[in-house]
């Protein structure tokens, strides 16, 4: 049974005509309050991840509870059919469990706050923001354990309640769920924090319904919908063809030996409704990486995609979510049966990127195919007892490199997120007993190509007090592959250099790591794939990006360009390239590096680790 909203004034809202200004001035003032419940966030929260990191996604949605504007697509549908109760005036709903809600998030760390607006007893819209919590409780600090084998272990699970009802807070309930928490304090200010966005959106929403009325108002919502949804229908005719194409790409590992995992998703288009079908996506892991896929979710991650690709102008919203249909099969890495753990999802959710735009490219690749490289978010995790026997606990996201693209360079040491920001050194260093010294692009991690494709981030984490390290990385066994005649981006690594000089290669997934005072680490993410040939790239380019560091000399001979005491030598360049071109022959549209089992043979030479071996599965329960 659906949630059931309590309305006191119940004279229903009318559709009317509204004026191509008046939308664009409640259009414009919908935007801002969204951009406001950030600026409101970042100001009140406590934890580095949200207040600096902007690990956070805010929205607005109409009665519906369709995202009118935000970021991450609206989780509110998910929610309301699941919710079997009443939502009243002043009620708050608190949520964080995937399976209680369709997976509207999608691991327990984020925690979704639902606010319904009413007007004058009247419900006219929804503002809804969920942030990453830096604890959970669970088995690990962090909570993100990549040895779970059910989400029992990952914390505490939090079902669809009132944090608020009738304005009221629920104070003994918010309680126990701090109780639960290595850090009560951060997740107090960051849920408050949440609230108080919801709130002064709400706030907006209001104002708005006031000064044009609450028919306009939300008429207006509904032309923003239309809107998106008319661009939308010519986006996927022109951009989505009726034959099917296919793509698979690979989760390296899961963190307990095996790997890789495929990820297999074949698109196709039926008159204006296009079609995602993930059958051939290998069943669900044993351990933690799988990703419960919400199907609007990813309805939000094509729409997004393609009107970037198309026309970043157009508002993204949710308008046009009944001309997609995702088809995800049951008891697969991305919809695994209940009670499979799901803390370590963020990998197989960064491949859904590298694999959407390879669908979307493939028909077009001159103008359309990005290489990969939205692939990863690589997280940190440092806990432990400082010198005043205090506990700290650091979670921070790392940077990649971004693939090159039809239009350029892909850009070094960025997001997988857009919105994201890098936690500053100077916060970490006065917060946490670490020192950062080492921030710098990996010279020649980009692959080279007409476009080169982003370097990676080296940072090395010196530790100042014993503690505990856990990593969560990826593509550090398959490639970022590169496309049109691009070569793939280097893989990423992670090396302990211990205080004794000592070295030790770390896996990208791993847990309980000791660590001691003066211990270093160096974090290394991966490079973006390289888009078109590198032998067509203007030598000027080339030697441009040594100067900047971003290619060393010997690197530059990968795009056949020689340099000789700081100039390009055209005669040899000339004549290098033509060996290479020759050498290489026919280009292909992907080129990953190998295949799986030629990468794996290669593993331990070129990454120092063991390659997996294959997955086992097991049967759970549905």
Known sequence: MPANIIETNLTPLQRVDVEGVTVDIIENALRNAREEMDAVLFRTAMSPGIREQGDCFPMIANREGKMVVGQFGSFIPGFNSAYNGDIEEGDIIL?????????????????????????????????????????????????????????????????????????????DMLEMILHNVRTPQWNRFDLNALVAACKTAARRCVELAERFGDDVFDSTMQIMLERNRMAMSEIIKMIVPEEPREFTDYLCDDGKGMGPYAITCKMWREGERVIFDFEGTDPQAQSSVNFFLNEDMFKMFFGSFTINIVDPQIIFNDGFYDLVDVRIPQGTLLKPNYPAALSGRTHALGRIFDILGALLGMGAPKELLNAAGFSDSPHLFYSGYDDKGEWFQLFQIGFGGIPGRPVGDGPDGHSLWPGFTNVPNEFIESYFPMRIEKYETITDSGGAGLHRGGNGLSVAYRFLCDGEIGIHDDRWLMYPWGVNGGEPGLRSTKLLVRADGSEEWLPSKREGIQVKAGDLLYFNTWGGGGWGDPFARDPQLVLADVNRGLVSVDGARRYGVVIVDGAVDTAATEALRATMAEARGEIAVFNRGGTIEEIKARCLEETHLPPPVAPTFRRQAS
């Open 95 to 171: 949520t964080n469990d995937p399976y209680m809600c369709n997976a509207a998030v999608s691991h327990l760390n984020d925690w979704i706050v639902l606010l319904p607006v009413f007007k004058e007893g009247r419900h006219i819209a929804w503002s809804a923001m969920f942030g990453h919590m830096s604890d959970n409780g669970g088995m690990v600090p962090g909570s993100m354990p990549i040895e779970a084998t059910t989400i029992f272990q990952e914390g505490i699970r939090i079902p669809p309640v009132k944090l608020y009802k009738k304005g009221v807070l629920q104070e």
